[in-house]
């Protein structure tokens, strides 16, 4: 079974700041697919960005930038200079499949509040 | 955006009374899905479904059941609602192909069972 830990319920950085958000992940299966999620106080799912098990460069995606080290099975989100807007829960996420077609497996979330 | 809708977006509902909620999409997409949000859980999966008359049971499938019979909506039953079921419940699709790769979540529906 798969399985996604989130370790830090919750984090503070300064405005501007970088900031990393730890995913950690637990999968037999040698293909897999690795996403982020946003949620913001709204509530609605926004999508940030995807890494697949078997791609040889970290993913980015604008601010956002995911460390994937496949050996120690993990998938870090890595957010560049912090912006008020950031302020959400994040949710680390895996599929079984590649492209994302079987269902997500979620972790527990990290709330980031971004200060001024 | 895929042009996902959820109905209603919010509903109060006695225990013991069935309830059905709506997932409307316009991409055509093959792939759907149910999830719940709980405070503390992150979110979960309920059914899911690969196609029209195409569904499968998720972790926390007990309680609720699903049909879908048309490409574009893919119900969900809670045939008896208890307050275990009070939650916030997610829709997703996802593409027929890809790359993107990501699913796409309605805007939710808040339900309370009282």
């Known amino acids: 079974a798969q399985k996604i830990t989130q370790t830090q319920p919750g984090m503070f950085v300064q405005e501007k700041e970088a900031v990393t958000l730890d995913c950690t992940y637990d999968?037999?299966?040698?293909?897999?697919?690795l996403f982020w999620y946003k949620q913001p106080s709204s509530g609605e799912m926004i999508f940030l960005i995807y890494?697949?098990?078997?791609?040889?460069q970290n993913a980015t995606e604008g601010r956002y930038s995911l460390n994937f080290q496949k050996a120690r099975k993990s998938a870090n989100l890595v957010i560049s200079a912090s912006q008020l807007g950031d302020s959400a829960m994040y949710f680390c996420?895996?599929?079984?499949?590649?492209?994302?077609?079987?269902?997500?497996?979620f972790g527990k979330g990290t709330r980031l509040s971004v200060i001024a | 955006d895929a042009g996902i809708t959820q109905s209603p977006r919010h509903k109060v509902t006695e225990t013991g009374t069935p309830v059905t909620l709506r997932c409307h999409q316009t991409?055509?997409?093959?792939?759907m899905y149910w999830y719940r949000q709980d405070p503390g859980h992150g979110l979960r999966l309920i059914h899911y479904?690969?196609?029209?008359?195409?569904?499968d049971k998720g972790e926390v499938s007990d309680g609720y059941s699903v049909s879908r019979s048309k490409t574009e909506d893919f119900l969900l039953t809670l045939e008896s609602a208890t307050s275990s079921q009070t939650s916030v419940y997610f829709c997703?699709?996802?593409?027929?192909?890809?790359?993107?790769?990501?699913?796409?979540f309605g805007p939710g529906t808040r339900l309370t069972v009282t």
């Open positions: 997703a699709t996802r593409a027929n192909s890809g790359p993107p790769y990501e699913q796409y």
């Open positions: 999968t037999s299966d040698p293909s897999y697919g």
């Open positions: 890494q697949g098990s078997y791609d040889q």
């Open positions: 479904s690969y196609g029209v008359k195409d569904t």
């Open positions: 996420a895996m599929s079984s499949s590649l492209s994302g077609n079987t269902p997500l497996v």
């Open positions: 991409e055509n997409h093959r792939y």
